[in-house]
């Protein structure tokens, strides 16, 4: 079973850019198809963007696309998730995600690896 831990969290401006990392080890990430989730206060887990195996197809939520790049580096079992132009609304917990499968897909049920979190909190 795949280990996950992310970092690179933390309190910034309306605008402002922000990347996560989220390191692997048990496993090769390179295994796993992986996402970015988000979770804030109140609401549901939901789907923020993912990335194959292989990196060579991507897809994101509608409210950040073209603001965030989901990107991966397997030689460092490493997934990143660099967010650009953030906005409050961006505050939340964001989680990393592995599937021991080579389709992209959003719902959260589909993952069975999860990390604990890190906390993103734009300030307007």
């Known amino acids: 079973q795949v280990h996950l831990v992310e970092s690179g969290g933390g309190l910034v401006q309306a605008g402002d850019s922000l990347t996560l990392s989220c390191a692997a080890s048990?496993?090769?990430?390179?295994?796993?198809?992986m996402a970015w989730f988000r979770q804030a206060p109140g609401t549901e887990r939901e789907f923020v963007a993912a990335?194959?195996?292989?990196?060579?197809?991507?897809v994101y939520a509608g409210s950040v696309k073209g603001r965030f790049t989901i990107s991966r580096v397997n030689a460092k079992n490493t997934v990143y998730l660099q967010m650009n132009s953030l906005k409050s609304e961006d505050t939340a917990v964001y989680y990393c995600?592995?599937?021991?499968?080579?389709?992209?897909?959003?719902?959260?049920?589909?993952?069975?690896?999860w990390g604990q979190g890190t906390q993103v909190t734009v300030s307007s």
């Open positions: 048990g496993r090769a990430v390179s295994s796993y198809s």
């Open positions: 995600a592995a599937r021991e499968f080579p389709s992209i897909v959003t719902t959260a049920g589909s993952f069975g690896a």
């Open positions: 990335i194959s195996r292989s990196g060579g197809d991507t």
